[in-house]
């Protein structure tokens, strides 16, 4: 996580302008990470036993839900 801190009003604010997050399975086993900052973001999923079409489902889900 990456803060940035700024004075608005004579007070002190901070916000977070970065965030990663790693994805483990129930082994403990890295399988995907989450990277977002102020300006967009990315992901990355490492496995090939995904159904592609839930996860796709569930990302558009999360961004534009209905």
């Not at 007070?11 to 790693?22: N, S």
């Not at 973001?41 to 079409?53: P, R």
């Amino acid at each position: 996580m990456t803060e940035e801190t700024t004075m608005e009003n004579g007070v002190e604010v901070k916000k977070v302008i970065q965030l990663e997050t790693i994805i483990k399975d129930d082994n403990g086993n890295e399988i995907g990470r989450i990277h977002v900052n102020q300006w967009g973001g990315s992901f990355n999923l490492n496995t090939g036993q995904l159904d592609v079409q839930a996860v796709n489902d569930g990302i558009i889900n999360v961004l534009n839900p209905q």
